[in-house]
């Protein structure tokens, strides 16, 4: 059996990458995908205890940040959408018109 | 005495009391109301029925007195109440203060029915007929106010009076305020009479305070139940506040040396002059001091000041009487004289005498004055003839001066056109005199015993002011009624109508029985106050050394008073009658207007001055209070404090401070301290925001390091 540690192991170099991915990309499609990489590297970080602990809860809790994310892509896909209406870009750098 | 067994049946009317003031308010509130719309008769009824129904309250509270003659207080209303300072507003009936209340308004209805004559002739005289009413709502309001002074229970209530009757007697002195010596004359004796007044008041309020100080209380009952004990503790305060009651007193009493608004004060009309200022107001000082017998008893020093002041006051004013020309003038510097022998009276301790010399003071003076007004309307009517006479208008311009009613050299001879006039005043001059069996030879042959035994220097001073008297009340007689006519009008006056002669002719028989009140042997009157001022005989005590019997009655006093006064009248006949005759038949620039003048010389002429006193007083007080007054008023108050303090001081100061404080504290620290906060913000805003990139991998950025910063911080705290 896989020990637990190397499931975090692997939960946390994808939640860096997905971080990352937020800071430095500048396609808002590629950070959108990035925050779900750290949405899922959470849910493996989730499953990985439940197995170990032998408890479902952790299981549960991975299905309502699914269904979190889901929301949450929804959400984006539009602003993106009504974005791109108005900047013909998704490029997150032009979106600075809040610049103090 | 069968009063004892009458005590327990006798009926008591003392809970009328109030009514006494009552009455007369309501008199005095019909006439202010519904005046406007009646006739006159009905005013002066209302009135005089105001003051009569006074009368009938009054003597059944003496009524009452007969069964209980220890009296009564009536309390009606609480009046004050702060602290321990409570005062009920309550009428105090004893013998005392009913004997007031009878001379009040007995003499006072009488004079009433009198002004419902005399004032229809003067309003019409003095050409505005409207202020008749005016004049009976004052005379009310006098009623009232002399009752509240009489009837009161304490100190306070009685100023309460005072200053009432004092309100009055100036609003009547000035009811003719237009008229006098250039227009302002009445107006002049009226703030002359209130100012003056007003220095003895001060007095009056300053013994009140400190009685109160020292008492505790204002009531008399009260304070006289302390007195005994206060003299031994503080044998100065009660000398202190019978003092400043005596100086209550000159004010109120015309004494010296306040007496000096008296004789200006005839310039009220006459009824006033008889009611107000002879029989009655006046007396309220010898009142007082009779009220306060048991402080006074026990102060020799304020009782000797008290006798010196009547004794000298009355041979001062007597001899100023001696040289006046006019006619309400004598009766005026007389009845100052008279009320100096009361005022010696009571200070002397003999309450009894003084109180009794007060009562028949009021029937003949009151006479006198009415008698004289009498005289006056009598030749105006002859004045109003000769006028409207063509053939005797001619001698009338010819005589070239203002006729003055009241001049005694314009009369003459009026014996026989004013008949009954002239036997009414002569018995008030008869009895002023002192010529037995008259009523004031009764009261003042017993102050002038009670002298003898207890003050004689007084007594001396009393004994010439007698004589003084008895002469110029001669002189008047003679020079008024006797003789021929010196003037036109004279020759045509004509006798006054009977509603002024019903109440002369009252008042006459009052002035020839009054004295029964009080015969030697019998002092019914003295038995009477007795029940009142309880301490004579101790005082007489105290001043003779000896339990003396009330002396009453001194034989070798009264041949001496009567045959002084006797010989008095025939001097006065003497010159009046003989010589005046002789000097009328000189050419008119040469003769002297009067015969005594030629003998006395300068003397005539300072007596007719009245000492020059008012020229000393205005020399020595007013004209320095007037300079004085004028320098604060111009110098002190316009120049320094208005021009220099306000202008320069204050407003000049207040604008340079406030130019200060607009532009050096205002603008330079409050709005600098504003302003650069503002600026700072702004500043450190201009730097912040450069925070703000836009960026939104900035912001996730901040999250991350902050994520970090805490989780590393939580984990290095959970080891």
Redesign the interface.
Known sequence: MVPTAYYIGLSAILFTVG?LG???RRNSIV?FMSVELMLNAANLAFVAFARAHEAVSGQIFVFFVMTVAAAEVAVGLALIVAIFNTKHSID??Q?????? | MFLSEAATSAPQFFYLAPWLVLFPVLGLLLNIILGSRLPEKAIGAIASSAAGASLVIAVLQMISLIGHPEGAVVPLVEWIKIGELDIRWAFQVDTLSVTMMLVVSGVGTLIHIYSIGYMHEDVRHNGDPRRYRRFFVYMNLFIAAMMVLVSSDNYLMLFVGWEGVGLCSYLLIGFWFEKGEKGIGNALAAKKAFVTNRIGDFGFVLAALAMFGVFRTFNFAEVFAQAPDVATALPGSILLITLLMLLGVTGKSAQLPLYVWLPDAMAGPTPVSALIHAATMVTAGVYLVARSAPLYVLVPTAQSSVAWVGGLTALFAATIAVAQFDIKKVLAYSTISQLGFMVAAVGMGAFTAGMFHLVTHAFFKALLFLSAGSVILGLESGHHHVEHDPVLKKKLKTAGRHFDPQDMRNMGGLRTRMRTTFWVYLIGALALAGIPPLAGFWSKDEILAEANALVPGVYILLTIAAFFTAFYMGRQILLIFFGDHRSEPAAYASESPPVVIVPLVILAALSVLGGLINLPGLHTFGHWLEHTIKIEAAVQEIHLGEAAAPSGFNLVVAATSTSLALLAILLAWYLYSRRYQELQALPAAKRPDDPLRAILGPVFTGMEHKWWVDELYWAVILNPYIALSRFLADVVDWRFWHDWFHDRVLAAGYQGLSRLLTIQVDTGIIDATANGLGRVTQAIAARLRLIQTGYVRNYALSVVIGVILILGYLVIIIR
């Not at chain 1, 979106?95 to 103090?100: A, D, E, I, R, Y």
């Open positions: 971080a937020v800071l430095i950070i997150v750098d979106l600075n018109t809040m610049k103090g």
